[in-house]
């Protein structure tokens, strides 16, 4: 097979813990910035912080799925807690209790291991070859 057809694969070690840790990071940036978004403008007036439409929860499963459970519960958990503190201050023992249990445990480390233990693999595979 030529060269210029073959897929890029990524190299194990060093190379793929760094690719891990940026998208982790990618991951805790976007879901403060989105949840911050959605609980600023879909807040409940009686419930501080309390959104009704939740977006990021989209972002959290995959960071649960695609970085494995712990990285995936220490991005949505911090995510969501960092919106908070962006929407409305939220330095409280409720925020700092109830972001990782929904953000970091429901949304996250409890769909990563679902995936395990059915055997569903997230891996998205995409191969571009050039000339086809």
């Not at 190379?15 to 891990?20: A, D, G, S």
């Not at 929904?102 to 409890?110: D, E, I, Q, R, V």
């Not at 395990?116 to 000339?131: E, M």
């Amino acid at each position: 097979m030529d060269t210029d057809t073959q897929p890029t694969i990524y190299r194990g070690g060093r190379e793929t813990e760094r690719i891990r840790f940026q998208a982790t990071v990618y991951f805790i940036v976007s879901i403060a910035v989105i949840g911050a978004i959605m609980m600023t403008l879909t807040s409940s007036p009686t419930a501080k912080g309390a959104s009704f439409l939740w977006l990021p929860a989209a972002l959290q499963l995959m960071a649960g799925v695609w970085l494995g459970p712990w990285l995936g519960f220490i991005a949505g958990g911090l995510g969501a807690y960092l919106a908070g503190i962006l929407a409305y201050g939220g330095w409280g023992l409720v925020d700092i209790i109830m972001n990782p249990v929904a953000g970091g445990f429901a949304n996250s480390l409890l769909p990563a291991v679902l995936f395990r233990f059915l055997g569903v693999d997230p891996d998205v595979r995409t191969h571009s070859f050039r000339g086809e």
